[in-house]
């Protein structure tokens, strides 16, 4: 009986069983071994093949979720449906993985949570300070009615002076 394994995956596992037994190799060749074959393994259908194997011995998504270490839902969506649905799944997951964020980044000063991290403290911390009146923040407006959060630390400059006061926290 031939290996479950794709090629691919079998031979990414040889190579880290033979850096288990090579006493000489690189910290990085392990790492770059065991990260490759992370990879193979995501992408070898065997494990699609087991999932639709359990999936046709009656198996929940429930225990299919437990044996994979993941939730219920989130084995489903990976696993479930035909080839093209999963196809399909993956294609706009990844379209969506590359598409830009929809946040400015040419707005004045610094979001709250760049300010939090330039200063080590949370963000909650934040919206105190602007209360207190040690910073100064205001709301920018988009056209399209956004509402962004400014913060403007000493020596930043705001192209409006007029400072948002309130410094309400979030709920």
Known sequence: MGSFLAPTTA?????????????????????????????????????????RGALAAD????????????????????????DDEISARLEAGRKRSVRPSSVPTDL???SVAEAAAERGVSAQAIYLQVRRGTLV?????????????????????DPDSSPDLNGDVPQ
Do not use: M
């Open 137 to 157: 923040s205001r709301t920018v407006t988009l056209p399209d009615g956004r509402n962004y959060k400014r913060v403007f630390p000493a020596g930043t400059t």
């Open 11 to 51: 031979a990414a596992l040889k190579r880290v069983l033979t850096l288990q037994t090579d006493t000489a190799g690189s910290p990085l060749d392990r790492l770059r071994a065991i990260r490759s074959l992370q990879t193979a393994l995501e992408q070898d259908p065997a494990t699609l093949a087991a999932v």
């Open 59 to 82: 198996v929940s998504w429930d225990q299919i979720a437990d044996a994979t270490g993941l939730k219920p839902p989130a084995a489903k969506w990976r696993w479930g449906g035909t």
């Open 108 to 110: 004045p000063g610094l």
